[in-house]
């Protein structure tokens, strides 16, 4: 095997896991309820500079999700038309100027999780640090309380990149949903999952009425930094999940 040959082997074998990956990651989340309808999406670039990235196709509902379904996109074709590459034009112009634009998306999640969407709806809010996982956001969160309907003009795309520009992780979206980016599908998922059920308890203890004891902004720091750094801690979640689907029988990875 020739070294190009061998290159072009090891490449399609990444683009196999990749798309395996992100297939496990739409029908857990379909699982976990953190779906609504067709209308999210998922992606993952699979190239170093971010041009090519995996999606789901239009109508492709998470818990059908298979890894030879998922659309391959191409940043360089933007101005084309989503429709014509069976992607939803929405998905396109946020997660196309996502990848185009932060080169560390390398994997975009966009949902209307509930809890965390009731969040983006609450006038002013900002993610309160009141337990040992919503520490984990601390000072990783950026807010766009503009909401101007769907995102379908490309300038909305890259409004909404520009918001990740300031080193931020996690976007709410005001009165839509939320975006999570990261380095790979793991830890993009891990942050998905985690944001999630601390906004569950935040809905609750808000729901109480009562008054909130808030983690002081030092602690929290360290407590993000620990989580961070928290060996494998991503990736042991997410093999789990894998394992979880397989011992399921799940076709996933068809």
């Not at 989340?29 to 170093?48: I, K, Q």
């Not at 996982?133 to 969160?141: E, G, P, T, V």
């Amino acid at each position: 095997m020739t070294a190009v040959e061998e290159a072009r082997t090891t490449d399609l074998g990444e683009e196999r896991r990749l798309r395996e990956d992100l297939a496990a990651a739409f029908r857990w989340s379909a699982h976990l309820d953190l779906h609504e309808g067709v209308a999210n999406h998922f992606s993952v670039a699979v190239d170093p500079a971010g041009e090519r990235f995996l999606i789901n196709p239009r109508g492709m509902y998470f818990g059908r999700a298979r890894a030879s379904r998922l659309a391959m996109m191409d940043t360089g074709r933007l101005d084309e038309d989503p429709i014509a590459h069976d992607v939803d034009p929405t998905a396109w112009v946020l997660h196309g100027h996502l990848h185009a634009r932060v080169p560390r998306a390398r994997c975009v999640l966009h949902t209307h999780m509930p809890y965390a969407t009731a969040l983006a709806c609450l006038d002013g809010f900002e993610f309160l640090m009141l337990d040992q996982n919503a520490c984990r956001f601390h000072d990783r969160i950026a807010y766009d309380r503009d909401y101007a309907g769907l995102a379908l003009d490309p300038d909305e795309g890259q409004r909404v990149a520009s918001m990740f520009e300031s080193g931020r992780d996690i976007l709410f979206l005001g009165n839509h949903g939320v975006i999570v980016i990261g380095p790979s599908i793991a830890e993009a998922f891990d942050d998905l999952y985690y944001l999630e059920r601390a906004a569950k308890l935040q809905v609750l203890a808000l729901s109480t009425g009562r008054e909130l004891s808030l983690v002081d902004d030092a602690t929290a720091a360290l407590a993000r930094e620990q989580w961070m750094s928290y060996p494998q801690g991503s990736e042991m979640h997410f093999q789990a999940i894998r394992e979880a689907l397989d011992a399921a029988g799940d076709d996933y990875a068809s």
